[in-house]
Every structure is written in C-alpha cells, then in structure tokens.
DNA sequence: GTCTATACCGTGATAGAC
DNA sequence: GTCTATCACGGTATAGAC
C-alpha cells in the first residue's frame, strides 16, 4: 500500500530499481516514453481494470504527474491503438501485397500480419482486446473491421482465381485466418534479439494456414 | 439515466420489453437466470468494465436485489468459469477422446471444443477473455492451461505415430490450433435452431487446421 | 516536471422497511 | 424478493506550491 521502492528513480542515480523507469538516457519522461509503461500495464491487468494508480506506481511518479504529459488514460488508449492500426495497414501498402496472384498476395499480408503483430506486440494486443466501452474503442474496432475487410477482399481473390479449396466458405475462413494469427498475443513474448523467433513463428503460421496440420 | 423501460416486468404482465427479465414461467430470479443476465453484459462490457449498476439495470431489479441471489459480482464470474470449464473437461471424458489413432482422437478434440464452445458461447467466452486480475480468474487461467496441456499431449502422440508433417513444432502448433478455435467466440453469434451452422463451422475449423487453405 | 491536497463522483456492498 | 437509503472506498481529474 505505500509507495517505497517506486519513488522517482533517475537513471542517474544508480539505483537498479524494477520500475521501467524512464527511457533511457532521460530523467524525465515523453508522452512516448510513458505510454511504453502504460501499455504494459493495460496488458497486464486489461484497460478497464487498470487505475491511475496502478499506472502512476508503475511508472514511478504521481498519478497527477500524468496528466503533465497526457490528457488522460483515454489519450494512452488512443495513441497505443493508433500505432497498432498504423502497423497493420502499412503492411497493405508494401509492393508484395499488390502484385502477384492473390494467394501469394495473400501470403505475403498473412506473414507481414504475424511479424509486425509480433514486433509491436503490446500496442497490438491492446487493439484486439477493445470492448466499445468508449468512443476511442469504437474506433479502434471500426478500423480494425476495414483491414480485415481488405484482407478478405484478397482472400475472395484467391477463391476466384482457383488457387483456394472450394469446401470452404471464405468469410468464415478470414475470420479463423486472423484468429489463427491474431491469438499469437495470447502466449508470444519478445526476447532479446527476436528476429529469428519471429520468423519461426510466422513461417507457422503459414505453413498451418495454407497447408494444414496432416501429412500430405 | 433514468430506468423508465428497465422497470421488473413480470412475464405474466405481457409487456414485450427489450430487457431478458426472468426465465420463462418465472417471475423471479434464480442463481442460475440471473446468471444468463450478468454473463451477458460481462461479455458486452468486460467484467472490469461491468458495474453492479449495469446489472442491475440489465436484470431490471435494483443493485441491493441482485445480493439477494449471490453473494457478489464475483460469484456471478466464478459460476459461469466453472459452467464453460465443466463442458470442455467432459470432452476429454468422451469415448471418441481416448480410443483410436492419437490423430484421430484430436480431431474429435478439436470438433468438440469448437462445438461446446458454440453450445455455451457466453460463459466460455468469459473464461477465455479472463485477465488475472481476482482469484478467481487466476483459477480459471489455472484450469484453462490444464486443458490445453492435455491436447496438447495428443498433438504429440500424433506427432510420435507420425501422422503428423514434421515441419511443425507440436508446442507451437497447438496454440496456433487453439487460437484458431478460441477466435470463434469473435464473431459467432447463435441463431434459434443453430445446430445446422454450428456444424458447419466446426467442419470448417477441422478442415483449416487438418488440411489447410490452399487446394491439394 | 513533480509533488500534496482535494473535489467530486461512481463503485461494491449492507441495513432495514415493506 | 424487492425496495430506498446509506456507507466506506477508490476512481479520474484538477489546483496550486515548489
């Protein structure tokens, strides 16, 4: 209940305290910075169940030091699905997602898909665990239904250029595609020098998505 | 902010209001209705976000009536974990779960869960979006983790009888396999007579994982 | 940029009348 | 079995000193 051991701890003082801290280099946080600790912690414990409390003793200030450097818990909200949504949708842009056929086309969305879920993981899983509560949430599910709009476009592609088995529906297989993909936040932690695990991960996906669990 | 329109509404008054009111031939609660009711705004507003207030105005009785039934908001999470548990550990228990190559034995693993994952949509929804947070939800993830490692083990004697492609870890696989089958709660919404649409799915889940998308 | 102090409201839960 | 009234607490957010 008392706050020893989260009192502010400058980088320069030393102390190897457990606290996030500040980002390296500063003794004073940015929006930027302190929305990394944010996000953490509305992983940890999910938005709704997260206080100002909670957030102020993670980051090692008052709550009212907060609202120096943000609005509100809603503007942490905001910017964290904003960098999520604007992860997922570059990946619609990249050269590889606009030309070829549509099942390779649609390869390519689904690994890019699993490899920035897994490089901006925590803003990520934020976004796919909004309820519509406020209005941030509601707009964060509305776009999140436009890109998986777009991508079932490239899926109905596929189907129709006979690159995609007939048995099943394409709507429904969208939705398990990206359940598939997206339930990776469930149990994906980053290590230090991910880059090989990622890729491991995403080339499961693939493989699982496009060729199933049997032998062939 | 008023309750006009939430006011109890007896069935026998025969007032079509929007609110789920009593079980039918009732016109009073049960642990269990008002179960029906809570479970139904926790998987709209999360539990977090789901204030007794909200309960009560979904129940159509007041806060303090609700604390006639059950001893608390806690209660009403603990009963529907334990409902959404009790349904997927009796599919370990079916016959068609322990005879039979270990391949095939997973397949009916696999199309059972999907399958009592439809039957019992909103509780087994609450148990998969649990966070932590009370002890209660820490037994939950406790009991959720014990199933998966028992499918797990039928992932790896299907690996170990070889009929399994060797290009996949069995760990990884499994989750994958999971959240593909736990992303259903998503977007599957039940309709009356909905035993035709919940084979359809589980048929399209079983076909995605065992066989994958593209045409053989 | 951070703090303490505080306003103000909604929360889960209880008491006791009907 | 349901209600109104009320409680103690914790919630978000603000004011103003340093």
Redesign the pocket.
Known sequence: MDNIGT??VKPSAGSPAKSPA?SPGR????PESLLAVAVGVFNERGYDG?????L?RAA??????I???V????ELLHRAIARALDGLFAILDEPDAGRGRAIERLEHVTRRTADVLMAELPYVTLLLRVRGNTRTERWAMERRREFDHRVAGLLKAAAAEGDLRTDLDARLATRLLFGMINSIVEWYRPQPGDAVDRERVADAVVRLAFEGLRKQ
Chains 1, 2 share one sequence.
């Open positions: 009192m502010p500040r003794d004073t946080y940015t997260t206080s100002m409390e909670h102020s090692g200030i008052s709550k009212s030091s609202y120096h450097h609005r509100g818990k809603e």
